[in-house]
């Protein structure tokens, strides 16, 4: 490992300060000054950069990069009877430490000037950091150091749905950040489309998903939850008070439950842009949550 790939060790344009205390309150988006991309050189890991480096733009904040060597496949690779199968040609071959390790060195330098592009395209200072490690967990550790983490929702697709890899699933479960989750083929959009119930995790939300319109042509969808259509009135007003002065083309959509289904229609049906949710919303508990994020294709933004 060279000295670039140490533990700690960073490849930036600008000193790191790294911050591990947690936050006790929602950080507005636009305060936002650090955001984290965990970067694997997959297609999906490649859609989470390019929306992190957008955002990042927009925000005039710092892009960082992080690529976990994967320690249970380098301890695997150390197996004598361990082989490889290749996909699709399903062509097997020997699998060793020493090729696993120099396939991880050409990756993390793949990831690393896909980062170099990708903040050169969007102006913004970025840094480049390699930890070997269980990958679920130090991407967990370094969102401690970030305002936001941004990350493709699986690191290899094998079918035409995708499905929530195992970091995605962690993050989404344990993270104490805002989490952008995104796949190959889609990028923030408009409209911009956000859960709305009353309550202060759902004005949290709302905040967050208001600044994204207003960068997004100002299209903000509200799907209001409400079970008759006194409380869906007061809750629209509720809505349009606290985003009063701001730049944005507000439309409601009345839900009458906050179930999958459900939402996963409505989503589909607003061909939304980007989905704002709390990341701690009581009524989509974290296996609700995670058949959420594998039905629909547009990015998600989970606001903690």
């Known amino acids: 490992m060279n000295q670039q790939e140490k533990r700690g060790e960073t490849l930036t344009g600008q000193t790191q300060e790294t911050s591990t205390s947690p936050r006790a309150n929602t950080l507005p988006l636009s305060d936002i000054r650090r955001v984290l991309v965990a970067l694997d050189a997959s297609r999906h890991s490649l859609a989470a950069l390019e929306a992190a480096a957008e955002l990042a733009a927009r925000m005039e904040a710092e892009l960082l990069?992080?690529?976990?060597?994967?320690?249970?496949?380098l301890k695997l690779a150390e197996l004598p009877f361990a082989r490889e199968v290749t996909y699709p040609s399903a062509t097997d071959q020997r699998f060793d430490s020493i090729r696993m390790e120099r396939e991880l060195r050409v990756q993390a330098e793949q990831a690393r000037r896909a980062l170099a592009t990708a903040a050169k395209r969007a102006r913004v200072h970025w840094s480049f950091r390699v930890v070997r490690g269980q990958v679920p967990l130090e991407v967990l550790e370094a969102a401690l150091g970030a305002d936001l983490l941004s990350l493709g929702k699986a690191s290899r697709q094998l079918t035409k749905r995708v499905r929530l890899g195992s970091t995605a699933r962690e993050v989404v479960t344990r993270g104490s950040r805002y989490v952008l989750l995104t796949q190959h083929g889609v990028r923030i959009g408009q409209p911009v489309l956000v859960v709305y119930d009353g309550s202060e995790s759902s004005k949290q939300a709302l905040n967050a998903a208001g600044y994204l319109a207003e960068a997004e042509e100002g299209h903000l969808t509200v799907f209001i939850l409400a079970v008759d259509l006194i409380t869906a009135q007061r809750l629209e007003k509720e809505v349009a008070e606290w985003l009063r002065g701001r730049k944005l083309q507000i439309h409601y959509h009345q839900l009458a439950g906050l179930d999958v289904q459900s939402l996963v229609r409505a989503?589909?049906?607003?061909?939304?842009?980007?989905?704002?949710?709390?990341?701690?919303?009581?009524m989509l508990p974290s296996e609700a949550m995670q058949t959420l994020l594998e039905e629909i294709d547009c990015p998600v933004l989970l606001v903690r």
């Open 267 to 282: 989503v589909r049906m607003e061909e939304g842009g980007v989905l704002v949710l709390h990341g701690e919303n009581s």
């Open 65 to 73: 990069g992080l690529f976990v060597e994967d320690i249970n496949l």
